[in-house]
């Protein structure tokens, strides 16, 4: 098993354009989603997916989409680049909501926005 | 919402033990988690606690909850210098899929 994969591991954007951050996972799980860290600030929610074909925002969404159209796949798209969605981005998925379910991470994207 | 507070930085000699401390706020809290992140790295869960408990230990790790207090901590016995790195403590109520973490606490283990 990969686990949790993320790619691209490094990316520069300048302001307005466009990309999407993949995520994927070979353990089946039905949850995952994508978590950004910033410094003193731990990680905070961006959206996350309870299955293929269900998505739902977490605690900062504004400016970013996510689809689930299988349950493998998990990419999260920037529509306009700002600076201020400079980051570390992480990918994560777990078998279930409930329980002490372990959150399984991916090893992150490190985003600049000039 | 939910908060979650750590100290941010703890500096430690190798050998002693290390406690760092965590605070929240949701009194619905469920599982209390720590994570640790080595630099360039994504998060590797280290140990939970369900709230029905008082103390867990895994090795070197001992975890405390208060409930009452809402004081989580995390001992790291005989600090090592792998032990550098950035934990995190995070909760999650009952069948909540989602996790709100602290800020994160910078463990350095100086010789």
């Known amino acids: 098993n990969a686990g949790v994969t993320q790619t691209p591991k490094f990316q520069v954007l300048k302001t307005g354009q466009s990309m999407t951050l993949q995520c994927a996972q070979d353990?089946?799980?039905?949850?995952m989603s994508w978590y950004r860290q910033d410094p003193g600030m731990g990680l905070r929610l961006i959206h996350y997916?309870?299955?293929?074909?269900?998505?739902d925002q977490g605690e900062v969404p504004n400016g970013y989409n996510v689809s689930r159209s299988t349950t493998e796949d998990f990419p999260l798209r920037l529509l306009s680049a700002a600076p201020s969605q400079t980051s570390v981005y992480f990918c994560?998925?777990?078998?279930?909501?409930?329980?002490?379910?372990?959150?399984?991470f991916g090893p992150g994207t490190r985003l600049t926005v000039l | 919402g939910e908060d979650v507070e750590q100290s941010l930085f703890l500096s430690v000699r190798e050998g002693d033990s290390s406690v760092i401390n965590c605070t929240y706020t949701?009194?619905?809290?469920?599982?209390l988690y720590w994570y640790k992140q080595e630099p360039g790295a994504g998060l590797q869960l280290l140990t939970y606690?369900?709230?029905?408990?008082d103390m867990k230990q895994d090795q070197r790790l001992t975890v405390l909850l208060n409930k009452k207090d809402k004081h989580l901590s995390l001992r790291i016995a005989d600090t090592q210098t792998g032990d550098s790195a950035i934990y995190f403590c995070?909760?999650?109520?009952?069948?909540?899929?989602?996790?709100?973490f602290g800020a994160g606490t910078t463990v350095t283990v100086r010789a």
């Open positions: 994560a998925s777990s078998w279930t909501s409930g329980g002490a379910d372990t959150q399984y």
């Open positions: 353990m089946n799980h039905e949850y």
């Open positions: 997916s309870v299955g293929a074909g269900i998505t």
């Open positions: 949701d009194s619905s809290s469920t599982y």
């Open positions: 606690i369900f709230s029905n408990m």
């Open positions: 995070a909760e999650r109520g009952f069948n909540d899929y989602k996790l709100s």
